[in-house]
């Protein structure tokens, strides 16, 4: 048998017709995409594509989500929770507050006005962990307010 699917002296050495191709799949990427701080990762629709979420939630999530410094192409965006050295101080939720509205790039959703955080909650865990919780309004996709959104960290 020759090169390809053509026996040697039918078609040329090593020729392979193309098969027909299929209809091409819509992968375009939405504009926001959900991430997940549970599973630190992405999580996919059922067809296998990233999940939406809207631009402004997902900068929310990464602010609250990601270590300041972790992401090596944007070093400024993330929360400085690690270093917090005292998780049993009296003003440790006041310090928790002001990391997140200090925090990339949640600061600069704050001052466009399109979050409103409505209350951060925290819960140290034992052996030194930290877990914060921030409820907040998406101004830009709920100028009335119907749907605050809650954020958890891992």
Avoid: W
Wanted: proline share 6%; glycine share 12%; with cysteine.
């Amino acid at each position: 048998m020759g090169a390809g699917a053509y026996g040697a002296g039918v078609g040329p050495a090593g020729h392979d017709p193309v098969a027909a191709a299929t209809a091409p799949r819509d992968v375009s990427y939405p504009v926001g995409i959900k991430y997940d701080a549970s599973s630190k990762s992405f999580p996919l629709d059922s067809d296998g594509l990233v999940e939406a979420e809207h631009p402004v939630d997902q900068m929310m999530a990464i602010g609250l989500c990601f270590r300041k410094g972790s992401i090596q192409g944007a070093a400024e965006v993330g929360n400085t929770f690690e270093e917090i050295t005292n998780l049993g101080a009296a003003n440790l939720a006041l310090d928790i507050q002001d990391r997140i509205e200090k925090s990339v790039p949640i600061a600069g959703l704050l001052a466009a006005g399109d979050v409103v955080i409505l209350s951060i909650d925290h819960e140290v865990i034992r052996h030194g962990g930290l877990k914060v919780a921030v409820q907040y309004y998406n101004l830009a996709a709920d100028p009335r307010r119907r749907n605050p959104l809650t954020l958890t960290t891992g």
